[in-house]
């Protein structure tokens, strides 16, 4: 497979989301250093700088540097950008339905500002394609712990023959709103609906995954 997504974004920023395998990736666009996550569906923002090393947990990267390309791998998880453009400051995050349970991004949000003075005012944030609510269902045990933790979890879900389908992409776009992030942009583009084109889970249990490449450039 080696189908790809990608935003609009800024002109300093690269980004690419595809289900090609990496080396050709980062081959294809010529990306010489690149950081990954051990991920561990955590709300472990970790912050890349010269003294990042590789492959440390987590569930969310921050960085200013230039040609330090970050990655996240899903495969039905919501992979999502947010990006200062005026602070050139970059964050990556994998926000599963446990990050996104436990407001991953607002973690981020509030290190982008803390660590880099980025601003809510400036921060655009994109939705990656993942698992939407026409295929994201669970069993009471799951919908419980969203019902303890989201109190009008009602309006995010559907329920059917005892199941429920849960919509993580708003959950999400609440949170970041709620940070006061206003711009923000989601493909709505279901991993498990177009799995001809992106690895999903759900749907075979692929040990494949999608990357989502984001740099800032020179
Ligand atoms: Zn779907």
């Known amino acids: ?15 690419i ?20 996550l051990n991920q561990i569906h955590s709300t472990i923002v970790n912050i890349v700088n010269d003294h990042y090393q590789n492959k ?3 569930d969310a990267m921050i960085t200013n540097l230039k040609n330090v390309a970050l990655i996240i791998k899903t495969a039905d998880c919501i992979p999502i950008i947010l990006y200062d453009s005026k602070k ?15 407001s991953i991004v607002k973690e981020a949000i509030k290190k982008m500002i803390a660590i880099y003075q980025a601003d809510v005012k400036d921060i655009k944030a994109y939705l990656y394609p993942s698992i939407r609510k026409c295929h994201f269902e669970v069993d009471e045990d799951v919908y419980r712990e969203f019902k303890d933790k ?11 023959n005892d199941k429920y389908y849960i919509d993580l992409q708003n959950i999400v776009v609440n949170d970041l709103q709620n940070s006061g992030i206003t711009n923000i942009k989601d493909t709505n ?3 498990y609906c ?8 759900r749907y075979n249990h692929t040990n ?4 989502l490449i984001a740099m800032i450039k020179e």
């Open 1 to 15: 497979m080696s189908n790809e997504y990608y935003f609009d974004i800024a002109d300093s920023l690269f980004n």
């Open 150 to 160: 989201i109190k009008d979890i009602a309006t995010y879900t559907s329920k059917k």
């Open 194 to 201: 177009h799995h001809d084109k992106f690895h999903s889970y």
């Open 88 to 102: 050139q400051v970059l964050a990556v995050v994998h926000s599963g339905w446990k990050g996104t349970l436990n």
């Open 189 to 191: 583009i279901c991993t």
């Open 208 to 211: 494949q995954r999608n990357y």
């Open 17 to 36: 989301f595809s289900s090609d395998n990496l080396t050709n990736i980062v081959t294809k666009y010529q990306i010489n250093k690149y950081y990954e």
């Open 56 to 58: 440390l947990d987590g």
